[in-house]
């Protein structure tokens, strides 16, 4: 008889226990995630870290295909009107496929290619060094220059700035970055989210 309430109250009190609420756990990135009573444990936490992670990562990237790379390219095609520039310049890597295209849409043979590598300098001033150099002899032209995206605005804006020196310049891109540098004369999309185009490498 004495075992049967022992027995008893165990479960009474392991039932009171469960019942009892236990604060909110403010565990996922400083916000309150779960209204549960039984805290997390660190595994949990980590799962829920590393699927949050993943979520924010698909929720901020956008998939650029080929297909609306190709769409967009006619569109900014249409956009510059083509006594504006003689030949076409695209900025290493984005720039290149995008001059490559616009050229066949409007029949400009002439294309070159302006590659840059950005370092540290000093906290305030990185520095911009060329890497790839276009032809030594454009002088006197008008060219379009054109990369896929306008994001620091610092590679486009020194590119910009070289090759204005002994050229006329107008500018174009696909996508600008509403924090940016340098806002090219022709763009389509201002985004803030990360753009993975069919050239970037995803592994």
Not at 143 to 150: F, Q, Y
Not at 174 to 195: G, M
Request: contains cysteine; aromatic residues 12%.
């Amino acid at each position: 008889m004495s075992r049967v309430r022992i027995r008893t109250a165990e479960l009474k009190f392991s039932a009171e226990n469960f019942n009892e609420p236990v604060p909110r756990q403010k565990f996922f990135d400083g916000k309150i995630f779960s209204r549960g009573r039984i805290p997390p444990s660190p595994l949990i936490k980590f799962l829920l870290h590393s699927a949050y992670d993943d979520l924010m990562d698909v929720m901020k990237k956008i998939k650029y295909t080929w297909r609306q790379f190709q769409r967009d390219a006619e569109k900014l095609a249409g956009l510059v009107p083509k006594d504006k520039y003689n030949c076409i310049v695209g900025i290493s890597l984005g720039g290149v496929p995008l001059a490559a295209l616009i050229g066949k849409i409007i029949g400009q043979k002439k294309f070159y290619t302006i590659g840059y590598h950005g370092y540290r300098g000093t906290k305030k001033q990185p520095v911009i060094k060329k890497t790839i150099s276009y032809n030594p002899d454009l002088k006197n032209k008008k060219i379009l220059l054109v990369d896929d995206i306008s994001d620091t605005g610092r590679t486009f804006k020194k590119a910009y700035g070289d090759l204005s020196k002994n050229n006329k310049v107008v500018s174009a891109a696909l996508h600008i970055k509403p924090k940016t540098a340098f806002i090219p004369d022709y763009w389509l999309h201002r985004t803030e989210k990360w753009i993975q185009y069919p050239w970037d490498y995803d592994n």
